[in-house]
């Protein structure tokens, strides 16, 4: 069965860049049925996406996060990365990694355990 | 404040049933499929309804969602304690170009 895990500090100092990888297990991760995906949740609130990158390359990103984000694959090692430029405050957050299938509307499924990052 | 709107709260009685709601506009549920997800306390979100109203293998025939022009909703049939949770809805939104999810509906069973 498919997991994804996601690892990084959990520590960012404000102006500095958060960085998280997610490893895939379990599966392939070169598959053109799935993009993969980061979604952030703030503690106590609600769920917010952040970007996807597909096996090739390809990424999208949330337009509020854009000018400051980058997501990247490593098809080799089976894993995705995350980089936030100028973090703030506001970018403590629980962040998740996900598998994300695409369909008429992308579903998230399986979600990795989640690494509380905060910036201060 | 989220695009999608959801009921912050809503609880019931075990066995009883529980609606949640899910308003969103012609940009959004209007013109894509609606996902659910169920987030138990202090644990990660986990698929429970996708395309409107398909079950991922595991998923209890308790849950059920359903789509109507810019509305969907999430049926949870029989209530048990275990079913407290924050359940979200989520779609596509073509204006915003990019996925939004709704705030969250906690549900208690009380």
């Known amino acids: 069965q498919l997991q994804v895990r996601q690892s990084g500090p959990g520590l960012v100092r404000p102006s500095e860049t958060l960085s998280l990888t997610c490893t895939v297990s379990?599966?392939?991760?070169?598959?053109?049925?799935?993009?993969w995906a980061w979604i952030r949740q703030p503690p106590g609130k609600g769920l917010e996406w952040i970007g996807s990158v597909f096996y090739s390359g390809s990424t999208y990103y949330n337009p509020s996060l854009k000018s400051r984000l980058t997501i990247s694959v490593d098809t080799s090692k089976k894993q995705f990365s995350l980089n936030l430029k100028f973090v703030t405050a506001a970018d403590t957050a629980v962040y998740y990694c996900?598998?994300?299938?695409?369909?008429?509307?992308?579903?998230?499924?399986?979600w990795g355990q989640g690494t509380l990052v905060t910036v201060s | 404040q989220s695009v999608l709107t959801q009921p912050p709260s809503a609880s019931g009685t075990p066995g009883q049933s529980v609606t949640i709601s899910c308003s969103g506009s012609?940009?959004?549920?209007?013109?894509?499929?609606v996902n659910w997800y169920q987030q138990l306390p202090g644990t990660a979100p986990k698929l429970l309804i996708y395309n409107n109203s398909q079950r991922p293998s595991g998923v209890p025939d308790r849950f059920s969602g359903s789509k109507s022009g810019t509305s969907a909703s999430l049926a949870i049939s029989g209530l048990l304690s275990e079913d407290e949770a924050d359940y979200y809805c989520?779609?596509?939104?073509?204006?915003?170009?990019?996925?939004?999810f709704g705030v969250g509906t906690k549900v208690t069973v009380l």
């Open positions: 996900a598998r994300e299938t695409v369909s008429a509307t992308n579903w998230f499924d399986p």
């Open positions: 012609s940009s959004n549920i209007g013109s894509n499929s």
């Open positions: 379990g599966g392939s991760i070169s598959s053109r049925s799935y993009y």
């Open positions: 989520a779609a596509w939104d073509d204006s915003l170009n990019g996925h939004v």
